[in-house]
């Protein structure tokens, strides 16, 4: 019967672990089968994934001294996933990219899979520079229009990649959507295509926002 198990388990995290809605299915044939082996797992796996997203890729600020602007951040089925915000320090504003070295929602399976309950975190590439005021709010207008946008498509995929848009108010509240594989062309395609080349220029230490501030609304 361990055997059949393994099978069956080894199947379905080569088959659909891109997948966080099938997943689903796969964590409960994990889940279930330890607890008739005397292991007691019990796990929200969506809350944990999204508590230990934001502990990455978006950590809490000192709001006393930051505040933020704008935020972006990618969930690929496969590749680790990312981030850009955009805070204000002061009289000052900053881009800041973050990257994981590894695909988290991957990362987090495996460990359930395993029942290893042991805390763990992942590498977590930082960058960040110096940006004028003309480009922060470009950007805080363009993902506005992206959140307001009625003809999104915010239906989950079997697999693909999905990105999340927010915007922060003088209170700090939030307005966000999540999108799921754009369509190609879209408002919200065109805007997720431009953060990650962001990103990346971070990450190449080649950022310049003169680039990028003439397709910001």
Request: charged share 30%; glycine share 4%.
């Amino acid at each position: 019967m361990n055997t059949l198990m393994n099978m069956v388990i080894s199947y379905l995290k080569k088959e659909v672990i891109q997948s966080k809605s099938l997943c689903f299915l796969a964590l409960f044939l994990v889940v279930g089968w330890g607890h008739s082996q005397s292991v007691k797992v019990k796990v929200d796996l969506e809350k944990l994934y999204k508590s230990r997203l934001e502990e990455h890729l978006f950590p809490q600020i000192d709001t006393l001294i930051e505040k933020e602007v704008v935020l972006f951040f990618a969930k690929p089925s496969f590749n680790p996933e990312y981030s850009i915000r955009i805070v204000e320090r002061g009289n000052q504003s900053f881009i800041e990219g973050r990257f994981l070295e590894k695909n988290l929602w991957t990362e987090l399976f495996e460990h359930l899979e395993k029942h290893d309950d042991k805390p763990f975190s992942l590498n977590v590439s930082f960058y960040s520079k110096l940006i004028s005021d003309n480009f922060k709010d470009r950007m805080l207008s363009t993902i506005t229009n992206v959140i307001h946008d009625k003809k999104i498509n915010d239906k989950m995929p079997v697999d693909g990649i999905s990105y999340d848009f927010w915007i922060f108010d003088k209170r700090e509240r939030v307005q966000s959507v999540e999108v799921n594989s754009p369509e190609s062309g879209t408002i919200e395609d065109k805007i997720a295509n431009l953060c990650t080349q962001m990103i990346n220029d971070l990450k190449d230490q080649s950022f310049e926002e003169t680039k990028y501030i003439g397709n910001l609304n």
